[in-house]
C-alpha cells in the first residue's frame, strides 16, 4: 500500500514534502497513470515568488492548486515547512530536478518536449541536453512568440505537441505565465505530463548564470539573480520577499498559538 506524500501549507499553496527520489518516484507514478483520454497531470516548482502570487492572486492560486505535484524549489520554503515540523533535508530545485530526470529518460523511456523560451535558448538547451545527457531523447521543441497568443495559435503548438509523442512537456514560459498556461492547457494535452521548469532552460542552457552553491544553500540565490538582472526582478524580490515574511509570519502564529483554557469562551 503506497503511502500518500504528506503536504505542507506556505500561505495559500500546499507543497509535497518530499525529496529528490521521492518527487521523481512521484513524476514516474504519474507518467504511468496519464492517458489520452483524460487531461494531462502537471507538476510545478514553487518557490517565495510563486507562493506569494498565489496568495495575491486567486486565479493564479488556483491554477497552483490545480497541479497533481508542488515541488518546493527554494530554500526558504523548506524552512518554513520545517518551522512547521517538517524534516526535509534539502530543496527541489529546478534545474537539478530537470537534470535528474533527464539522467533517468533511458532507464524509464521517456522523452522529452521543451516548449517556451527563444530559438537560441532551445537551440543551446538541446546541445547541453545531448552533451551531458546523450541518451535523453528529445521529442521536439518550440519557442512560441512572446507576448498573449490566442487560443488557435495555442491550440496548433498544442497538436504539434502532442504529434511528438512526448511523455514529459517541459514548459519554459516564466512564472506566472507557465503555470496559468498548464492550467488552461493540460486538457488538451494527451499522454503526456506538464512540468512547469522555471529557470531551468536558461540555466542548463548556459545562456544565463547560476548562483554559486554557498548563495543556492544560504537561501541568497536571489541576491544573485537581483544582481545579474536588476530591471526585470527588482520588483519581485524587494516587493515579494517581505510580503512573504510578514506573512508567513503571521501564519505560524496562528499555528503555534492556542488561547488558554480560561479564554475559551464560555457555553
Not at 512526448?166 to 506566472?176: H, Q
Not at 526585470?232 to 502564529?253: A, D, E
Request: aromatic content about 8%; overall charge positive; hydrophobic content about 45%.
Amino acid at each position: 500500500m503506497t503511502t500518500a506524500t504528506p503536504r505542507a501549507r506556505v500561505l495559500s499553496t500546499s507543497l509535497s514534502v518530499t525529496t529528490y527520489d521521492g518527487a521523481l518516484s512521484e513524476l514516474a507514478a504519474l507518467i504511468e497513470g496519464a492517458s489520452p483520454a483524460a487531461p494531462s497531470p502537471s507538476v510545478v516548482l514553487a518557490n517565495v515568488h510563486v507562493v506569494t502570487e498565489a496568495a495575491l492572486k486567486p486565479s493564479y492560486q488556483e491554477a497552483v492548486a490545480d497541479a497533481a505535484l508542488v515541488l518546493p524549489d527554494g530554500m526558504p520554503l523548506v524552512w518554513a515547512m520545517r518551522l512547521q515540523g517538517h524534516s526535509l533535508p534539502d530543496r527541489c530545485y529546478g534545474p537539478e530536478f530537470m537534470a535528474r530526470v533527464l539522467a533517468r529518460s533511458s532507464e524509464k523511456e521517456w522523452s522529452h518536449f521543451l516548449y517556451g523560451a527563444s530559438d537560441a535558448t532551445l537551440s543551446a538547451l538541446q546541445r547541453a541536453i545531448h552533451t551531458r545527457w546523450p541518451t535523453a531523447r528529445i521529442a521536439g521543441s518550440l519557442a512560441p512568440p512572446f507576448g498573449v497568443l490566442d487560443d488557435d495559435v495555442e491550440l496548433g503548438n498544442i497538436a504539434q505537441i502532442n504529434a511528438s509523442g512526448a511523455t514529459i512537456v517541459w514548459i519554459g514560459l516564466g512564472c506566472p505565465k507557465q503555470e496559468l498556461w498548464m492550467h488552461r492547457y493540460r486538457c488538451h494535452l494527451r499522454g503526456s505530463v506538464a512540468i512547469a521548469s522555471g529557470a531551468a532552460f536558461d540555466l542548463i542552457a548556459g545562456v544565463k548564470p547560476q548562483a554559486p552553491a554557498w548563495m543556492q544553500r544560504s537561501g541568497l540565490e536571489w541576491v544573485f539573480r537581483l544582481s545579474t538582472e536588476p530591471r526585470r526582478l527588482w520588483k519581485r524580490y524587494l516587493l515579494r520577499n517581505p510580503y512573504f515574511i510578514l506573512q508567513y509570519t503571521l501564519q505560524l502564529c496562528h499555528l503555534r498559538w492556542r488561547p488558554p483554557q480560561s479564554m475559551e469562551p464560555s457555553i
